[in-house]
Structure formats: C-alpha cells, structure tokens
C-alpha cells in the first residue's frame, strides 16, 4: 500500500506543456508498477509504499535413502530423483516512505526511508546431484532445510575420464572384495543447487537529498546510509541539469560515492566443512571455548565510483527521447560471502576395481572468489510516443550492460499507458533480459591434483584450485529472464487515486539470447505485489481544507495525542482523512514476575517457566518498528469507514541465564542456544483493521461516538527459524510473529470535549478473539484498554497533552501445533499478557493556513509506571507514538 500527497508546481508549464500530449509522456516516463518515479515528480509530496515479493520454490534432487551414503560406505544400490521440497522460498516484504517539499520555491528537499525483511532457502553452492549436498532430515527423504552437505573425505562425487559426474549404476556392486567394488557407471550431470536458510533480516535505509533550481539549470546533493545485519554501506551523490533549446533539451549529470562494509558471520552450520584458507587475513574469530569451535566472522571492504551523463530530447509535441551513459568502478571486497563453490580434488588413495577412466574425488567447499576490480559500462536509450486515436502513451527502453568480468546484458522493456475513461487506466508492462555468464563463472570445480586429505584449509589444497577466481552465484551464470506485468489505476475526486500493480518473473538458462545458457536446474520464478493510494492536494484544494475541517478542530478540540486511535470523525459526508501513524516500543532492563524484579534463578527453578523445555536463555533487549496508515471516508455525516493496513519489524536479542551454555558458541549439545547468539528478527505485513465510527452525540462542547471493527489476519503466524547442527529449531517466539492470526472483534467508546484552551477526552477499547486458535495451533489474549486525556493549546495551532493509559490483556491460549525448540521464558504461553499502567506526554499540532493546511502532526512518548505481568517478562522501557493526518 502506498500513499502520495502531492502540492502541484504553481508554475506554468513551458511550450509544449499545456498540451494533453505532454501529460501522457510524463506518465509513461513515471511508470513502475507501484511506484512513482522521482524524475519529474511535483514540488511537495509524502509517499508511503508497500510492496512484496516471493519466490517459487526450487527443484531438489537428492539420492534416495538406499544410496552410498555421502560418508563413503559401499555396499548399497545408489539412485537419485528429485525429492519433496518444504524449504520455504524467499520472501520480501518491503515498505517505502518519502517525504518532499520546497523551500523558497527553487530549494527542494527529499528524504527517504525503505526497510524491507527477508527470509527463505537461498542456494549456497551447486554439485552434481549424487553429491547429495542437500541432506534430508526425515526417513521419507523430504529436503526440510537441514544443514547443507559441504565436505566430503571419503569419496561423495565421481567423474568420467572427460570430468562429467557419473553415478554408481544399481546392481553392479562386487561383493567378493572388501570393501565391495563399483563395476559400472551411469550418466549423472544432474546438477543441483545446494540450499541453505535463513532466518528473518531486516534491512534499514536512510537517504536524503537537496536540489536548488534556477531558470535553466539546476543542482543536487545528497547521502545516505543503508544498515542490515552483517552489511553497511554509506553514500553521496551529487549532480546537475542543464536545460536548453527553450527547455526542449535537458542534458543531466550525476555522480556517486559508496562506501560499505562486510562483516558476515560464517554458517554456523557450513564453518565446519567451510574452507576460508583464501580469507585467512580477513576472518575475525571470537573467543573460542573448550570442545567448541570460535565464531567467525569474513570482513572486508568495498568502495563504488559511479558517473551517468544523458540527454533527453522533446521531438515534438507527441514524442520524447533520452539517451544516456554510465560508468562504474568498484574495488574491494565484491563476494558474496554466503556463496561456495565445490572443487572436486582427485584422491588417489581410494579403493581400487574402479572401472577405467572413472576416478572417485574427494570434495572441499571455499568460500567464492571474484577479482577486486570491476569497471562496468551502462548505455541506455528511451522512446516515449504518445497515440493521439487512443490518447495513449507508448514508452520503450533498450539497455545495453558490459563489465570486464565478461558480463554482456541486453534489456528490452515495453509500457502502454491507457486511460479508460471514468478516472480508470491500465498500463501493462513486458521485459526482457538476457546476459551471458562471468569468465570466472562455474557450478563447481574438478581439479586432478592429489589432494590432502586431513586439512580443509590446507594450503597445498588450495594453490591447487585450477581457477583463480571462482563463483557458482547463478546471478552470475548465462541466463534470460522474461517478466510481464500491469498497474490499474483508478482516479476519484478531489484528486484521490488508487493503483495496483503486479509482475511476474521468469529466469531459465534456455531464454538467453544465442543459447547456452546455465542448465534448468537454475530455472525458478517470483511475483511481486505493489498497492498505492495517492491524494494531489493541488486537485482537492486548499481553500476547504483550514474552513472546514479547522471549524472541525475547534468544534471538537485540538488532536487528540498521537497513541490514541478513531478518536475523532469526519463531520461531512463526502470528506476523506487520510494518515500515517509510527509507534517504537522498546523493552530492556530487568526480568519481572508479577510486578517484581526477579533473580535468573527464579526462572531456572521449572522447566514450565520456559515452554516445557529447560531455561537456557531470556530475552535482554526487544524491540517493534510499526507503520500504519490510515484512510478515513464519511459517506454521511453521522457514518466514517476507515481501513488502516500495518507493516511491523521487531528484533529482539538473548543473554544466557546464570550458569547456562554461552550464547553463539556451536554446541552440538545445545543447537537452540548456539541460534540464539544473534538478533532475532521478523519483519513484514501485520493484521488490517477494518471499523466504522458512529456519531452518538454532538454539540458544541461533547462529542460522543461509537467504534465498530474487526481485525483480518493479514500478518504471519508460521515464521520459523532456521534449521541448526542438523536441528530443526521451527516457529520463532510467540511475540515476535507479525499478527494475531485470528479474526478480533475491535469495538471502542470515545468522548471528547473542549472549552477555551482546553481539550479533553476518554476513550474504552478491546480486542476480543473471535477464533478458538490460529493456524499454528493458539490464540492471542482479549485486550481491555481505558485511557483519559487532557490538553491545552499554547497557541492556536498548538498544544501539549497528558495522558493516563491501563491496559489489560489476557495469557496465550493453546500452543504451537509444530515443531518448536523452546528456549526461554518467551517461548511460554503463560509468559504473555497481564497489567500495565502508563503516562503519556504529548504535543499536538495543526496548521490552520497556507499551503500546508489541513495537516496535523501529533507525538507522544508513553512512561511506564507499573507492570504487572503474566508469567516472566522483560520490563517495559516505554513507548513512542507519530501521528500524521490530512483531511480533505
């Protein structure tokens, strides 16, 4: 979901602008499915954004359980065959929020934030499928994410006299010789991605930028820094445009600075088979600890120069044309840490019988390795044609990609952007893409060297890599990929419009241009999903935004504090109220039982204190990110409908109780604890609200109405962990999922009133659970919440709020249905719900006139003064609430 208030340029279009031709180009030009390009884009606006994106999952070939084993015992028949695949696909949910506006008319300002979670099984390394490299963990062979097959000593992969993989042929084992000897082979170039998941991890970024603007030339500068986990990256961009030819030509010139920084923490499931021998001088190691193996961490650093010159040309009144170049050079650090590729050593040293020219190979994963320097070269051209007959917009684009790894890429991308009449238009989309592979591309490596066998960092292994550089990444392969997708659009009045889009995505090896593309094994597909409500507030006008609805604000007094939710209406039908509401909250500090302090003993006395399983862990430090935006409609004057979609992240980190195994250290013994030596996070779309507010009672002083709602399930219940040491860890702590998973009941009471400078206001709100459980097996507490408040205005336009807030919530009913590795206090249904008690302080504030009236803006930071809490939980560190609203 997506939101745009836009202030429209108060200057007049130069030439061709007044013509209907020119509205046409622009939108074609702006097209994304979902989004709204920054080129051309009016002088103040607020986006916010939701988007989402999934893949399908992959084909996973595995040998069967009456296989040789990948540990090297003979004396079993040995097939493979594509196998049940459980890992769940990536996923990644996203949400976008921009603000702009304009200073002295020619002083633009644009800041940015984009956050966006992502989880699944992503492919670490690529072999022959005999290798087995991805392990079931069932006895029915179904591939659940176990921890993927990186080394063998014995011998796990064999090859023909020409390097191609081969398999043992069934029923042709020797049994006379021991260990028993193959007599034939088979054809097996079935090569398979080996796979590895990954927990939840949010990315977070900020950015800004600042343009001024003269009659004919214009300048900008502007940063930002983009922060997730295990990667850091900081960056500057400066440019100008120079317009001539009576504005019909523009020449553009930008440039950029990018610094980042690595710090990956190895697999703690691959480090043990991992080779890092080519990363020695940039592995840190913490503290190891006894019959434990240290955490490592791969660190390095990488610096991007970017350069891009075009010119876009106005043809005539109908047609537009762009051409542009630009020019990268990075240097560094440019792996992909998570990536590996097999290299399949000859060992002489295995049993003889073989049959001739077949040798059996003893196998080391590294890490990947890409030159340090990369220069890449980007030529562009676009062509944008608008159909008179049709009033439509045709847009075209060619790209064509070069880089001296030997990457050559070609893009063909296609719009039409089609009114419909009646404020509907649709614009569908197609895009093509083609490259050819990298020169130091490769699924896997066969060297015919003697290996040594005892050391997997054994440099003599490693000199003996038959590449210098090396990557099995698929990104990297020869491939096509095919995507076609449409944005419907529908225009309102006064300005509001609403947006959809969709695309789907096809990669296979067999779309490349030419042919030879990588093989099907690397084939996979994904959709993304965009939404995008956008309000012109040039086309609602100003000149009933500070009449009416300021005479609204003094009817009922000045906004209510920014935590408080449906607590005013709309008074006439027909008006629209549009908003953004952010909220933090952080828990940290100490453990509590009831309203006490509490000891790790006291949690460590029962097991039924952490789920049913042993405390090892509780929860140090917890944090929760939620967006939600709000739209608000009056059919009539005694009637609002509000729909109010939410996008959560929260992390949260561990501390081991007194005497129990230390977080992060990879214990066989204690695989739940050694996960939990990190954040853990979850991010993504929460529960929708659904409501409707009912007028009780007006006058000049009280008001008194009645809220009506429902909750959809909309956010996930089933996020899981990911596997560790051969563990399967399932479903993430009860809080940290992203809804409630049932439809809720959400009906509130709210009075308000005022006098002179004075506001004030009571409001009653619950949750009641309409369903027995949710899919993974329970159900959230009912939620009782009263809260009053008062306010006085300091000036006319603002004012500062007290607020007192006790909130009662019940404990978790049931318990998850599937697999899930308790660990502490939070993994407890009992550990949730119970009594607070808060405070709140508040500053309100509404813009009576100008170009920006009809905004209200409300903070409010939420005190904890008392816990009460249902089993043992982290104290409350407080609460803070951003309301933005705008009604129309």
């Known amino acids: 979901m997506a939101v745009a208030v836009i202030k429209k340029n108060k200057k007049k279009s130069v030439a061709y602008g007044r013509d209907s031709a020119l509205k046409a180009l622009t939108t074609a030009a702006m097209v994304l499915p979902g989004m709204i390009s920054s080129a051309h884009a009016a002088d103040s606006e607020v986006t916010i954004q939701y988007g989402h994106y999934e893949e399908a999952k ?55 934030y984009t956050e966006d979670t992502w989880s699944g099984a992503t492919p670490v ?140 923490l190895l697999d703690h499931d691959a480090l043990p088979y991992l080779a890092t021998v080519g990363y020695a001088d940039k592995i840190k190691n913490s503290n190891s600890k006894v019959n434990n193996l240290a955490e490592s961490t791969l660190v390095g650093e990488r610096e991007d120069w970017a350069t891009s010159l075009s010119i876009t040309q106005v043809l005539n009144k109908s047609a537009l044309l762009e051409a542009g170049v630009g020019y990268t050079h990075s240097s560094g650090f440019m792996e992909n840490p998570y990536k590996a590729v097999y290299v399949f050593f000859e060992d002489p040293d295995q049993p003889s019988g073989l049959t001739s020219g077949t040798a059996a190979y003893r196998t080391v994963a590294y890490i990947e390795e890409r030159p340090e320097i990369r220069e890449q070269w980007n030529f562009k051209l676009r062509y944008i044609q608008h159909i008179s007959p049709l009033d439509a917009a045709l847009n075209v684009k060619y790209n064509f990609f070069h880089d001296d790894w030997g990457i050559n890429a ?114 996979f597909s994904s959709y993304s999903v965009n939404g995008a409500l956008k309000v ?155 409501s409707a507010l009912f007028k009780l009672y007006a006058d000049q002083v009280h008001h008194l109405h009645l809220g009506i709602g429902v909750s959809a399930p909309t956010g996930d219940v089933d996020i899981e962990l990911r596997d560790t040491h051969g563990e399967e860890l399932g479903l993430i702590h009860y809080g940290m999922q992203l809804g409630s998973g049932t439809w809720d009941f959400t009906p509130n009471m709210t009075y308000t009133g005022n006098s002179d400078k004075w506001s004030w206001g009571a409001q009653l709100s619950g949750i009641v659970r309409l369903e027995s459980q949710n899919e993974s097996g329970y159900r959230l507490g009912d939620k009782f919440q009263s809260t009053v408040w008062g306010s006085y205005n300091l000036l006319n336009w603002l004012s500062m709020s007290v607020r007192g807030v006790y909130t009662s919530q019940g404990a978790l009913h049931g318990e998850y249905n599937d697999v899930h590795s308790p660990i502490g206090p939070m993994d407890s249904p009992e550990s949730y719900g119970g009594e607070y008690y808060d405070l709140g302080f508040g500053i309100n504030a509404i813009v009576p006139t100008g170009d920006l009236a009809g905004n209200s803006l409300s903070v409010e930071w939420i005190q904890p003064m008392e816990d009460d809490v249902n089993g043992y939980q982290l104290e409350r560190d407080g609460t803070l609430s951003v309301n933005w609203g705008y009604a129309f």
Request: aromatic share 10%; hydrophobic share 35%; with cysteine.
């Open 410 to 523: 070609h893009t063909f991308e296609g719009n039409w952007v089609q009114p419909l009449g009646r404020g509907w238009s649709v614009t569908p989309t197609v895009r093509y893409y083609s490259q050819n592979k990298a020169d130091f591309y490769t699924p896997y490596l066969v060297s015919k060297n003697k290996a040594v066998v005892s050391d997997k960092d054994n440099l003599e292994n490693y000199n003996n890599i038959p590449q210098e550089n090396f990557s099995s990444d698929h990104r990297l392969s020869g491939y096509g990929a095919l995507s076609g997708g449409v944005v419907i659009s529908k225009q309102f009045a006064r300005g509001l419009s609403l947006e959809f889009g969709f695309e789907y995505y096809t990669h296979e090896g067999a779309l490349k241009l030419g042919g030879d593309g990588e093989g099907g094994y690397a084939d």
């Open 536 to 690: 012109d507030i040039g086309s609602v006008g100003r000149s009933m935004a500070y009449s009416e609805h300021a005479g609204h604000n003094m009817h009922h007094g000045t906004p209510a504090p920014a935590g408080v939710m449906s607590a005013h209406m709309l008074d006439t039908a027909g008006d629209w109220m549009i908003g953004y509401r952010y909220m933090y909250g952080r828990q940290a500090g100490d453990m509590l039982q009831g309203n006490n302090k509490i000891n790790d003993g006291v949690i460590q006395v029962s097991d039924s204190n952490c789920g049913g399983s042993h405390c090892y862990v509780a929860p140090d430090e917890m944090t929760m990110h939620m967006h939600m935006f709000n739209i608000m409609y009056a059919p009539t004057d005694w009637l609002n409908l509000m729909l109010m979609p939410t996008f959560i992240d929260m992390s949260m980190g561990m501390r081991s109780l007194a005497g129990e195994p230390e977080l992060g250290i990879r214990d066989p013994d204690y695989p739940e604890v050694s996960h939990a030596g990190h954040e853990h996070m979850t991010g993504g779309l929460g529960d929708t609200k659904i």
């Open 125 to 264: 390394a690529t072999a022959p499928a005999g290798f087995g490299g991805n392990t079931p963990i069932t006895t029915d062979e179904v591939v659940t994410g176990a921890s993927p097959y990186l080394e063998s000593i014995a011998p796990g992969a064999f090859f023909d006299s020409n390097l191609s993989p081969v398999i043992m042929k069934k029923d042709v084992l020797d049994f006379s010789a021991f260990p028993p000897q193959v007599k034939e082979f088979e054809e097996g170039s079935q090569l398979v991605h080996t796979m590895a998941m990954a927990s939840p991890e949010t990315r977070k970024q900020g950015d800004f930028n600042l343009s001024y603007e003269w009659d004919k030339y214009a300048v900008d500068i502007g940063g930002g820094i983009s922060i997730e986990n295990d990667y850091e990256s900081r960056f500057v961009n400066w440019g100008g445009r120079l317009d001539l030819n009576n504005k019909l030509t523009s020449l553009n010139f930008s440039q950029s600075y990018t610094n980042s920084t690595t710090s990956a």
């Open 58 to 112: 992959r084909d996973i070939y595995a040998p069967s359980a009456n296989a040789v084993s990948a540990s090297g015992v003979f004396g079993l028949e040995y097939e493979t065959g594509k196998v049940p695949n459980n890992f769940h696909p990536i996923t990644v949910d996203s949400i976008h929020i921009q603000a702009k506006t304009s200073f002295f008319d020619r002083l633009k300002f644009t800041g940015n």
